[in-house]
C-alpha cells in the first residue's frame, strides 16, 4: 500500500490558526502583542528566504516583527549589541539570530548573548540544560516540530527504537535529548548515529522510528530500512535540475520514492518538517508573551 504522507503543512496551518486566535486574546485582554525580532548578516539566499518566510508568517498570526539585516562584513559586536538592545525592548519577546553567521562572528557568543527568556530557537546553553535536565524551557523550534508530527501522526513513540541520524546541535542532539525523555509522546530508546558509525545500515534496520538528519540527500535508501518503519526526514538538499524555473530542486535525505514503498508512515521535502519549524517559533513566542502579563 505505500506509506501515510505526513502532511506538515496542514499540521501547520492548524496550529498556526490556533495561535493567531490565541494572540489576539493576548491584544484583546491585556493589550500585548507578542513580538519577533530577526537578526540576519549577510546575503545567503536561503537565509534570506527562510527569514522572509518567518515574517510572513508573523504578520499573518497577528504578531509583531521587527527585521533587523546586517552587510556581510558586520562585525561580531554588531550583532551582539543589537542582542543586547532586544533584550531590553519590552516589544520584543522573541530574539531568533539567523543561522550560519558570516565568517569571523563566533556563533555561541553571540547566541550566548540572547536572554533566555526570549531565546525562542531554544538554541542558549540555558534553555538546552533546562530541556536535558526536563525542566521548563523553550524547546528548539525543528525537533519540537518532529515530536508534533509524531504524536499528530498517532505514531507510538514509548518504548520503541528510535534512530536519529545526525548530531547536530540544531536537531540531531535535541531530538534525541527530547524523545528520551519520560513524557507523553516522547519515553523512546534512542540510538544517534553520525558520520563516525562504521556501518550506518546495521543501526537504521533496527529502527522503528527513523530521523534522518544528515544534511546529505539518499543518506537512507531502501535497503537501510525494515517494513512499516516510521520515517520523518528533516534534510533539505538542493539538487541542480535545469527543468525546474528555479535551477534546481529540494530532495530530503532519505530516498523518498523507494523508501515510501516500505515504511508506515513518511514525511515529504517539502512539506513535512519545514512547515513546523516556523509554526514552533510562533509557538514559542507566543509562549513567551504569555509569561510577560
Known sequence: MGAVILDGKKLAAEMRADIAAKVAELKRDFGITPGLGVILVGANPASI?????KEKACTEAGMYSEDIRLPEEASQDDVVAIVRRMNLDPKIHGILVQLPLPKGIDESAVIGAISPEKDVDGFTPEN????VIGEQSFLP???HGVIKLLERAGVETSGRHVVVVGRSNIVGK???????RKTPGCNATVTVCHTG??????FTRQADILVVAAGHPNTVTADMVKPGVAVIDVGVNRIPDPTRSRGYRLSGDVDF?????????????PGGVGPMTITMLLYNTLASAQRSK
Open 128 to 131: 538546552v540544560g533546562r530541556m
Open 257 to 269: 520514492d523507494a523508501v515510501s514503498k516500505i515504511a508506515s508512515v513518511i514525511t515529504p521535502v
Open 49 to 53: 528566504s527562510y527569514v522572509t518566510a
Open 174 to 180: 535535541p531530538v534525541a535529548q527530547l524523545l528520551m
Open 141 to 143: 523550534c525543528t525537533p
Open 197 to 202: 558509525t562504521p556501518d550506518l545500515s546495521v
